[in-house]
């Protein structure tokens, strides 16, 4: 059973930074996407960033040039660094992982961390 569990929220002022690690345990799996979703109060689950196996990644409008998006394949570690953090980045923000497992590589699982609370005051 795959787990995630996050890390690196807190409270920062408007214009600071925090860096985000989330770790994944458990598996098989034969390959895998990690991404990084956040949650503001009475809003929807929202798409911030994402990294493919190969490195590829893909980013929200909102965070394109403040967020960046790494991971450390041998570690199992994927990180959300945030820059320029502005108060409507408040949110909590959870890490998922789409994973490609089963004998023969062709069972699709989705998974959540428990998410870190971020909060950015102005």
């Known amino acids: 059973q795959v787990q995630l569990v996050e890390s690196g929220g807190g409270s920062v002022q408007a214009g600071g930074s925090l860096r985000l690690s989330c770790r994944a345990s458990g598996g098989p799996y034969c390959s895998y996407d990690m991404s990084w979703y956040r949650q503001a109060p009475e809003k929807e689950r929202e798409f911030v960033s994402g990294?493919?196996?190969?490195?590829?990644?893909t980013y929200a409008d909102s965070v394109k040039g403040r967020f960046t998006i790494s991971q450390d394949n041998a570690k199992k570690m994927v990180y959300l660094q945030m820059n320029s953090l502005k108060p409507e980045d408040t949110a909590t923000y959870y890490c998922?992982?789409?994973?490609?497992?089963?004998?023969?590589?062709?069972?699709?699982?989705?998974?959540w961390g428990q998410g870190t609370q971020v909060t950015v005051s102005s």
């Open positions: 998922k992982m789409e994973a490609i497992g089963g004998p023969w590589c062709t069972t699709r699982s989705t998974y």
């Open positions: 990294i493919g196996r190969d490195g590829t990644t």
